[in-house]
């Protein structure tokens, strides 16, 4: 580990500094403001002098000029107050005096009285990457040089137009100590290497392709390296690199054999072949992002790529193969094709999250993938949609930009992108994406530019799918339906709005591609036969219909018998959907027979967010303390308890032979904390927790014979090697459902049965899931497991990070404690970003411990956000999104979170990153009331039919 300069606290200089600083109000940036540079950078040969102490950084840029008149503009350049300026020279000789001035304690270079025309400036930085805790520009990690760039790092190496729209071609000559640094990388291809005098050597690498200067990358190090070649569908040969620490060599194969498929799923599906010799992957232990996606050298942090069967679970596995594949695909859609200024930045990460997700599907079960993500998206989009942090997908401004890799940008942009696919078709949303290429191969462009080539490439009128780019929120679609049984008519009158959000109290209608099909009194779908025609991805069982209005009618015909109205199938849009009067028994039918596989998934899930509201509303009527089991389970049982009916449906689909595994433990899976905390104004998050724990244990007293069998069933015999495939993973996720809804009894036998199998375990995946039951019931059992599971671990940092998690996951009673101690262990590292989002952000999830009704938990994430914030900015402000959601809660945690937030924000120095997502937080816009309002009103559509008109009341405001 290298060292850094640190002071007696451990905070390295540069961040004590900015503690000195006076609370400050920072500036925003607006996307109505943007102009272009007054000159574009058409070269960049870039030398950095790579020493333990000081690394110079020498710059030459070639600039043509961008503006009009005999005289030159001044130029700023982005800098920081960590780069210090050595030299400067325009075209090759000393600025005039007093025509140059560094600016804002760093952060700009000034240059004035600049000669008309093209212009050569020759720069000279000092940076200290030791230092860099920040984890931006240039920085060490694990005793090697790394970069990240995206999205303002570039400027914390030398000065620079630090802006997207500027692309340019690059050439990087690194040189370092040789014994230190044996491996130089690169963007682009390498041109030349060398020994020099005194142990030193150095490489030359050149990229042909312009780019913006977010996507330069510099890796130096000891590493070692796998290698595989691919041949594309040109016939050219391809080296593919991985390095990592020579320890983790045989950790890389999976992330090989991903980048291999994503290769080929992109040439087969988009025609896109890569366009280099070469391509390297660099896996790094310290990186706030993923994985980045730098002109062929992709960096990444090291959970993304190092994967066995000893170390990583089945979830680890799929995850490595999704960003694998996202940062490639990114080669096109965000790297030969860039967005102009970071307002878009939509374009290229909802547009390569669609790619990843579609690739993901076609690699394993396109059913299960959907489910994930949406059940994802609804958990943190939607809740993001609906708090004081709610922007489009392409925001209007930023104070940090860093603030705003969010999921509405990557996930709702994504689900966007996917909009035009269910509109124009598969093969209509090809011509689009040709289209795009075409036009835009090598530019900056913005979302206006994708939405027009989509549009021009199918002649068809899109406009009003433009709005989802401007508009926050989540809209609602209420759908109200009638059959005629004489005129053989089935009509759907629909319904949209979007609620008001900060900034926009109007929201105007969008166009939603509304995917439906009918289903029989056998469950079985009917032909049909809509009077308009629906788009052209619509199949004789599915009409995909245009609702672009406030209010829309479609009528199908020929319609026998009354159906039942299978609706959003595939979610086809990101909306909030009621059906009114949709009744248990028709979401029953759903849950057993609909052939779509999202919709009968939702339609269990719809049951189940209906008991568990009518039980939540019970308790909390009753007054009954959270913590006192026996007492609620009382009520929850006098309440009705868990139906026979839903026991039933869910024996079924245990039961059932033809069900995939993994769908199968999907399906028996209770809808999340997060999404019920979303439909219960003034929530109580410990007594939902409870309900849903309540929900499960009755389930698993009442199904163990069938839980147990499935265990049994899909238990591999002795020595059955681990593989990662549908097939296996299905099996492992139904087993370790099983057990883990079996572990919610918490009776002596059953925790027996978990430490037996958490010994057991021949893979991670299983034993991180009997881990995960262990973890929520007190006792010497989960003391025993946690212990050795640290001992067997212990010299494997990513496996330790779960050892963190779960623990700071775990609901068990008083585990504040618990977490506050392992902030001193040695395994927690607070300069390392996977060691705070595995304990901080993961107790953040517990909402037993996290929401403490005395406070505790808020008082804790507190502390650790404003001391993250001294060392990483971006870390920081992860962190304090934690506290975004107060206002869901009951007036008691309110107060309390509020105080946390009012505390944050109050403190000198403060970074800009964490002041404006807490200073947003504490606003009290006047939208809220429009909002909760909308939620009344979807509330009652949602529980239409099962709660009464006073329980609804009750449960809305209780």
Known sequence: MATEVETESGVPEIQKEEEKLPIHDPSTKFRKDYTQPPFWVETVALNFILNEDVTHVHSTLHLSPNYGGANAPPLTLNGRKDVKLVSLKVNGGEP????????????????????????????????????????????????????????????????????????????????????????LLGNGNLQAEGDLPGGRHYAVWDDPFPKPCYLFALVAGKLSMKERSFTTMSGRTVALRIFVAEN??????????????????????????????????????????????????????????????????????ARIEGVVGHEYFHNWTGNRVTCRDWFQLTLKEGLTVYRDQEFSADMNSRPVKRIEDVAMLRTSQFTEDAGPMAHPIRPDSYIKMDNFYTVTVYEKGAEVVRLYASLLGKEGFRKGMDLYFKRHDGHAVTCDDFLAAMADANEADLSALGRWYSQAGTPRVDIETHYDAAQQTFTLKCKQHTPASPGQAHKEPVLIPLAVGLLGPDGKDLPLHPREAPAASSTPTTAVLRLEHAEQSFVFDHVAVAPVLSALRGFSAPVRLTVAGQTDDHLSLMFAHDSDAF??????????????????????????????????????????????????????????????????AMAVSLPSGTELLDAIPGADPVLIHEVRHYVVAQLAARLRPELEGLIKANSDAPGTPYAFNAAATARRAIKNKALVMLGALEEPAVVSLLLARFREATNMTDKVAALSALVEVAGDARKTALDEFYETYKAEPLVILKWLGLQAMSNAPGNVALVRSLVEHPAFNMTNPNSCYSLLLGFSRSPVNFHAADGSGYEFMGDMVLKVDALNHQVAARLVSSFTTYKQLDE???????????????????????????????????????????????????????????????????
């Not at 290769?263 to 390297?280: A, H, Q, S, T």
């Open 96 to 183: 005039p005096a007093g025509s140059w001035e560094v600016k804002g304690e760093g952060k700009e270079l000034v240059i004035r009285e600049l000669p008309h025309g093209p212009i050569t400036l020759d720069i000279t930085t000092e940076i200290k990457p030791q230092e860099n805790s920040l984890l931006e520009g240039l920085y060490k990690s694990g005793g090697n040089f790394s970069t990240q760039c995206e999205a303002e790092g570039f400027r914390g190496i030398t000065y620079f137009l630090d802006r997207p729209d500027v692309m340019a071609r690059y050439t990087t000559r690194i040189e370092a100590d040789k014994a230190s640094y044996p491996v």
């Open 248 to 317: 983790n060599l045989g950790k890389v194969d999976h992330a090989l054999d991903s980048l291999v498929k994503s290769m080929k799923w992109d040439e087969e599906v988009f025609g896109l072949e890569y366009d280099l010799d070469l391509f390297n992957i660099v896996a790094v232990d310290d990186f706030n992002m993923g994985a980045m996606e730098n002109k062929s050298l992709n960096i990444f942090n090291s959970r993304l790529v190092l994967a066995s069967p000893d170390t990583a679970t089945d979830a680890d596995y």
């Open 599 to 664: 919709n009968r998934w939702e339609a269990g899930q719809r049951l189940l967010r209906k008991l568990l509201l009518n039980l939540y509303c019970a308790a909390k009527t009753a007054g009954t303390s959270p913590t006192d089991r026996g007492a609620l389970g009382g009520v929850l049982a006098g309440a009705g308890g868990v139906p026979d009916s839903i026991v039933t449906a869910f024996r079924t689909v245990l039961t059932s032979p033809e069900l995939d595994g993994t769908f199968k």
């Open 892 to 958: 008691k945690r309110q107060a309390a979170m509020k105080a946390q937030l009012q505390r944050i924000v109050a403190t000198n120095g403060l970074s800009e990153n964490v002041f404006e997502i807490a200073s947003k937080s504490l606003a009290e816009p006047g939208w809220r009331l429009a909002a909760v309002a909308a939620l009344v009103v979807a509330c009652a559509f949602t529980l239409t039919g099962s709660v009464a008109d006073e329980q609804l009341a009750q449960l809305l405001w209780c």
